[in-house]
């Protein structure tokens, strides 16, 4: 047969994957990673577009053409250096990024086909550096001699730290918990993000030069007036949205109900699942209700299954369309037996009679108007309530700002909400503090975050250098 | 590493200790806490500022050898160190002049009581204290408690020293007569109910330290949600002072709970280890 044109798969290469009942039993890593083959095969698949319009979904701007071109070519150093001009944490964002909204929405194969699956390879080649042991450093310029504070060690302050000491700053990381990585650690749980490759990046960061102090609460500990006036010049806050929501429904207060960072925490920060060789405890529910339709409820429902649940609901109050979780995510869920409650809301928690959890009435929703947000507002049908025996129930329906620090930073201006109000590159109103990530935006992406930190690093440089 | 500067038995498993922390020594005011972690795979567990020196830069922390975390903390010497400490946290306690004040303690809580005590005396109060263990082993801190009160009194359960009874009981007659501007107790739960039980009619205005569990103790968890006049409350930002008259003490002992079968396994767990 003479060569044709080569053909286009029109599907994703598949991600080899621990089966749903094997993981279940599991706190591993689901998804496994491409092979060489898998990666070069998938990177074959991509038209090197000229005009790239994959580049215009990533909120940081991967140069994805150019690093899957590396791909194709066999050489993944070269593409992981690529992707990292942009993204100091490829195999965090390969794994966590909301691809189908962002880089993989714009892929022009997606017009026909499956996209390119980006994230996939981002990963695939973050990996291959990290397992191979071949993550170079970078050259650290001589110090310049200003020291710079950020506080709070996600994404969007590892980012500020990473870029400032790239250009000579002498940069220290506040964190109040004891360990860094913020929702990284103590929210994603390993089974998504495998801690072991979150510490790696950390650590790459401090052997550039980047020192973390932990356990230390800015607004308690030290505020931000004295870390201004003892040795710093700057200040980026980049503290999240840590404050859970509840539902302020009757019986939120019994034994057995947990926000999801609590549920979370405990699990992943505290590895309250390896108890009790860990000394951390973490209610093993029979029957557990998970309130809530984003990441961090799936995260929380699907953690309830591994630590042993027979039953995890999910009760979410619009239909799955709304759902404003990751597509794969919602999948994997499903695969596992999680069992979808959409269109529904709980009224309160029963009580079993001794302060603890037995059932949670609920009542079914019809969709009706738009809101505000677009999405159709869901309105309770009377007469529909309903009663799910549990025995765990997690209120994974959102956070707030936290109050403690702003409340100790005089002239730091805040929206409404009590986010930290900033201008177009991450000024706030007090000088010399700068601010990005979820405590401005409210809980958004871990992409995100990071796209905020470079505009913040870029404007403290620019304040500093006058 | 925080590591430990000074070690004494205070009374059978009741101990103190002296840590190193210089910017938390700097920071602490009477009525706030630490939430610690002895080691690598420790639990995080909150526990009162009792004392702190800027001087040595350190704080002196007392606690009772209950459980897994704290008889792990027992277990260690002076030169030890352990992995976190993380503070001062927790609004301090309000000290101003009251007037009269009385200052009840149960058991442990002649620790967190003392600096608050020497305070409101420094604020020119007039300082009874009242201090009461189940016996007279297990009083602890008198002298310390005797310099900080213009008037010390000791109940002990089993009438080994003291007047023989409960906390309750001494407060009681004091209110008679007295005319007291302000009550604090700290101590187990139960008892700050029930002193909040004899002071809510005789409309003395109360304030208890409430010790729910805590996990991060800084607003992001809600482990340590209690109620409070009807309103949740995260105790380790909103407290851990309270108006005792509006606390839902039942509510805060069947939470302090929760993990009772897990005290126990994780107890057992450490046993094991030790033989
Ligand atoms: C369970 C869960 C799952 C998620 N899944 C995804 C996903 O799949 N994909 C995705 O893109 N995004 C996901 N997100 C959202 C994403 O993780 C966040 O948007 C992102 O981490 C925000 O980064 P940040 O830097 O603003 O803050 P955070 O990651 O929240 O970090 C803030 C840090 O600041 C510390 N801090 C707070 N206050 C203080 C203080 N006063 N002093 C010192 N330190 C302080 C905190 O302890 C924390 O470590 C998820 C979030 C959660 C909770
Ligand atoms: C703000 C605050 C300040 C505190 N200050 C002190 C202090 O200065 N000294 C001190 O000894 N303790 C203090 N506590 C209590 C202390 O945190 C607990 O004793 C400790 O967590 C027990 O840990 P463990 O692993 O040793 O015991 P666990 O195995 O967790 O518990 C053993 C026993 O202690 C009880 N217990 C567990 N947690 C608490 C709690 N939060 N309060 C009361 N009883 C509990 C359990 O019901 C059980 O009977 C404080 C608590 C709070 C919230
Ligand atoms: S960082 Fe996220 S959005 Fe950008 S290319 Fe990578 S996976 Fe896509
Ligand atoms: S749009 Fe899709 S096909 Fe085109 S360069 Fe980007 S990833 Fe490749
Ligand atoms: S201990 Fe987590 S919110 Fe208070």
């Known amino acids: 047969m003479a060569e044709k044109k080569k053909e286009i798969n029109p599907k994703k290469t598949p991600m080899p994957e621990q089966e749903p009942l094997v993981r279940i039993e599991n706190f591993n890593e689901v998804a496994l990673g491409y092979s060489v083959k898998n990666a070069i095969a998938e990177a074959e698949r991509c038209l090197s577009c000229k005009k790239a319009p994959c580049v215009g979904g990533c909120p940081v701007e991967v140069d994805i053409p150019a690093f899957i071109q590396f791909v194709k070519e066999g050489d993944f150093l070269k593409a992981v250096k690529k992707i990292k001009e942009k993204n100091i944490l490829p195999a965090i964002c390969g794994r966590v990024c909301p691809q189908e909204d962002q880089c993989e929405k714009y892929c022009t194969l997606g017009k026909k086909y499956e996209p390119i699956a980006i994230g996939r390879l981002e990963r695939f080649v973050a990996d291959f550096e990290r397992e191979k042991g071949l993550v170079e450093g970078f050259e650290v310029p001589k110090p310049n001699g200003k020291k710079v504070a950020v506080i709070g060690s996600g994404p969007s302050g590892l980012t500020v730290a990473g870029d400032l000491v790239k250009l000579g700053y002498d940069i220290t990381i506040f964190e109040a918990l004891h360990k860094p990585g913020g929702v990284l650690v103590y929210g994603i749980p390993e089974f998504r993000l495998p801690k072991k490759v979150v510490q790696a990046e950390i650590e790459f960061l401090q052997k550039m030069g980047v020192k973390i102090q932990t356990d230390v609460v800015v607004g308690k500990t030290v505020t931000i007036d004295e870390l201004l006036n003892q040795e710093y010049q700057a200040v980026f806050i980049g503290i999240g949205a840590g404050l859970p929501l509840f539902m302020g429904i009757e019986g939120e207060n019994l034994n057995g109900v947990y926000s999801a960072n609590e549920f979370l925490t405990r699990v992943n920060l505290m590895k309250a699942y390896l108890f009790p060789e860990y000394d951390t405890p973490i209610k093993r529910g029979e029957k557990v209700a998970v309130v809530g339709g984003g990441n961090v409820a799936l995260d929380s429902a699907r953690t309830a299954l591994r630590l042993g649940a027979k039953k995890v609901y999910l009760v979410y109050r619009r239909s799955e369309k709304e759902m404003p979780c990751r597509h794969e995510e919602f999948e994997h869920a499903k695969e596992e037996g999680v069992e979808f409650i959409f269109l529904t809301l709980p009224k309160r928690i029963l009580s079993r009679g001794n302060g603890w959890v037995g059932a949670i009435e609920c009542i079914k929703m019809i969709l009706g108007e738009p809101d505000e947000t677009g999405r159709r507002r869901p309105v309770p049908v009377s007469g529909s309530e309903f009663i799910l025996d549990v025995d765990v129930v997690v209120v994974a329906i959102g956070t707030r700002a936290n109050p403690l620090l702003p409340s100790t930073t005089p002239g730091l201006r805040l929206n409404e909400k009590g986010y930290i109000k900033i201008n177009e590159i991450g000024r706030t109103s007090k000088k010399g503090v700068f601010a990005g990530g979820d405590i401005v935006t409210g809980s958004a992406t871990v992409i995100s975050a990071m796209g905020a930190g470079r505009t913040a690093a870029r404007a403290i440089d620019e304040y500093l250098s006058k | ?275």
């Open chain 2, 1 to 275: 590493m925080f590591e430990i500067l000074k070690k004494e038995e205070l009374a059978p498993e009741i101990y103190l200790i002296e840590v190193k922390a210089e910017e938390v020594a700097k920071k602490a005011l009477p009525g706030q806490f630490v939430i610690i972690r002895v080691d690598e795979v420790g639990e995080r567990i909150p526990l009162t500022i009792v004392d702190f020196k800027s001087q040595n830069k350190s704080i002196t922390l007392v606690f009772q050898a209950v459980g897994k975390t704290t008889k792990k903390l027992a277990s260690l010497k002076v030169g030890d160190k352990i992995v976190d400490l993380v503070g001062p946290l927790g609004k301090p306690t309000e000290i101003k002049k009251y007037g009269k004040v009385i200052c009840v303690a149960g058991g442990i809580g002649a620790a967190p009581i003392f600096p608050i005590a020497r305070e409101l005396k420094r604020a020119k109060n007039y300082v009874i204290t009242i201090l009461g263990a189940r016996s007279k082993e297990l009083l602890i801190l008198e002298g310390n408690l005797l310099a900080v009160s213009h008037e010390l009194h000791i109940t002990t359960d089993d009438g080994s020293k003291g007047r023989h009874g409960l906390v309750t009981d001494a407060l009681k007659e004091l209110i008679k007569e007295n005319k007291v501007d302000l009550v604090i107790a700290i101590g187990p739960a139960i008892m700050m109910k029930f002193v909040s039980e004899v002071t809510k009619p005789e409309k003395i205005k109360t304030i208890v330290s409430l010790n729910p569990i805590m996990v991060d103790g800084t607003g992001m968890c809600g482990a340590c949600r209690v109620e409070v006049g009807e309103k949740t409350k995260f105790c380790c930002v909103d407290g851990p002072d309270f108006d005792g008259h509006l606390v839902d003490w039942n509510l805060l002992l069947s939470r302090q709970k929760v993990y009772l079968e897990e005290e126990k396994i994780a107890l057992e767990s450490l046993s094991e280890k030790a033989s």
